[in-house]
């Protein structure tokens, strides 16, 4: 076979490298023909020769230094389908060393960058991040060192993919990493499931993106079902898994079951019972008649933002002023040393005013379905534990009852 020639990006100057050591200059000329090899084309050299010179290559890499090593990462970068042995090595290597394949070369496979991933720097993550076309497994490989600098980068990578359970451990990660949030609400892989547990931690301005993107009608639902109900109230509700189902669907939302129960001839009493200073007991009741399990309705009424109190008044057909009978409740201030309405409750009687009726109960509905449908034994002890490494064990319901409700018990 004709000796190949030297590649004119792999020269004999090192530049901010250092400088070439003269007792290995054959080592050095023999990468350089090593590395020529591996790049012919495939009209000059075959399959097998190729895998034959990149595995001495790689051989000899692993005991070179960092500037040859960085030689070769930058003639590989040229490539359209680089040696994945030699890849891989050196993505392991330095951030120097990997930084050109990661930036100039498209055809490194998932598996190598998964690798990188998992074993290399949070500089080599933040540039895998930035790749484009990035597949979910890479993204989820990612996700899982936690790194805020790698998931903004991930985050802004438009080309990039993150699959459901990746969006959800971002979900969870904001928690502690608020300036996530916006770059988040932009993805479109964002989901109602992950949208909604958001809610619970975000600032005013996340949460007013979360209620005009994802507070929609449930009309469609509705005209599909609507022929169910009588066949379910002929069963007598007894299916567990449809009656769930068709309370999140159904137009009423207060419980008239629970007015029979109730010291309060209906919810607009109980609210304005409760404007003197709502009690724990208050709170559950007021839960019961509008339709809510009492963790759902605490948890709301217990909101430093106060923005759920809206959504639970218009969601119940209450009045504007039963949000202000609630705040007074809470014991909150309504208005300054002026006299004018503090900006947090200003704030929440705008939420009232923009959403309408039926998108707030879907809000409320999912609210109640996804933090207590599912409170099994199991899922209450990883609440309390902090368990969010156990989440692919539960269901939808009970992961966002986890990610929500974790700090709320023990946390």
Not at 134 to 159: F, H, K, M, W, Y
Not at 186 to 203: G, I, S
Not at 242 to 248: I, N, Y
Request: glycine share 4%.
């Amino acid at each position: 076979m004709t000796q190949p020639a030297a590649a004119p990006d792999f020269d004999d100057s090192l530049g901010e490298a250092g400088a070439a050591t003269p007792t290995f200059r054959a080592r050095h000329a023999l990468l350089r023909r090593l590395a020529d090899v591996v790049c012919l084309p495939s009209s000059r050299v075959n399959a097998f020769e190729r895998a034959m010179t990149a595995d001495l290559l790689v051989d000899m890499l692993r005991e070179a230094q960092a500037h040859e090593k960085l030689r070769v990462s930058r003639r590989l970068a040229t490539l359209s389908d680089p040696p994945s042995t030699l890849v891989r090595l050196l993505l392991r290597s330095d951030f120097e060393v990997a930084e050109p394949l990661l930036r100039d070369c498209a055809q490194i496979a998932d598996s190598d960058l998964v690798d990188c991933a998992r074993h290399a720097s949070v500089d080599h993550r933040r540039l895998v991040a930035a790749r484009r076309g990035l597949g979910e497994l890479v993204a989820d490989a990612l996700i899982e060192q936690g790194e805020p600098v790698v998931l903004e980068s991930l985050l802004r990578n438009e080309t990039a993919k993150i699959s459901y359970t990746g969006m959800e451990a971002i979900v969870g990660l904001t928690r502690e990493n608020a300036r996530l949030v916006p770059a988040l609400l932009k993805r479109p892989e964002l989901r109602p499931a992950h949208a909604y547990v958001l809610f619970w931690w975000a600032d005013a301005e996340a949460r007013r993106t979360i209620l005009q993107r994802f507070a929609v009608s449930r009309e469609v639902l509705q005209d599909a079902v609507g022929d169910i109900f009588s066949m379910a109230a002929e069963e007598r509700w007894q299916d567990p898994l449809s009656r769930k189902a068709l309370q999140f669907i159904e137009r009423r939302q207060r419980n008239r079951a629970a007015i029979e129960k109730s010291p309060f001839e209906n919810l607009e009493q109980a609210v304005a019972a409760g404007q003197s200073g709502l009690t724990r007991e208050a709170a559950e009741e007021i839960s019961y008649l509008a339709g809510l399990k009492p963790t759902t309705g605490l948890k709301i009424l217990s909101d430093a933002g106060g923005e759920p109190l809206a959504i639970l008044c218009k969601a119940t057909g209450l009045p504007k002023a039963a949000v202000r009978a609630l705040w007074r409740g809470l014991r909150r201030p309504e208005t300054d040393a002026s006299g004018a309405l503090v900006p947090a409750l200003e704030r929440v009687l705008v939420v009232y005013d923009m959403i309408a009726v039926d998108r707030a109960q879907t809000v409320l509905r999912y609210w109640n379905w996804s933090l207590t449908s599912a409170l099994t034994p199991a899922l209450l002890k990883a609440i309390e534990e902090g368990d969010e490494a156990a989440l692919d064990e539960f269901s939808t319901p009970q992961r966002a009852a986890m990610l929500a409700l974790s700090k709320e018990f023990g946390r």
